[in-house]
């Protein structure tokens, strides 16, 4: 039997790992603290990249699991918004107002 996997983030050890999907926070293998979920587009920064983790963990933080995010355009045309997601903190806290009807409320993706 395939079971799919996704990204699941610990945000104490600024890590990303595959598990199985239908699970819900899985226990990080390094720490133990529950994992987060994420959309499979997630690309995970550089572990030593702080502050590219604090944008992650900031976004998390207000509900946004890296899904595609498409909005209409003034054409009426659905079009997505290609490299939606902020790197720095500066662009993440546009971000979160700007997009925050797109937001999903956690569970699976
Ligand atoms: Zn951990």
Redesign the pocket.
Known sequence: MNVQTGPFV??????SFKRPRHLEGP???????P?VGLNEKFQAPPRKDVAGWQVVAFLIEHGFRYHSIWERTETGSYQLVPKAYPRTMAEAREFVVRYHAHRVVDGPL
């Open positions: 610990c945000l104490v050890c600024c890590k226990a990080c293998s390094d720490c133990g603290e994992t």
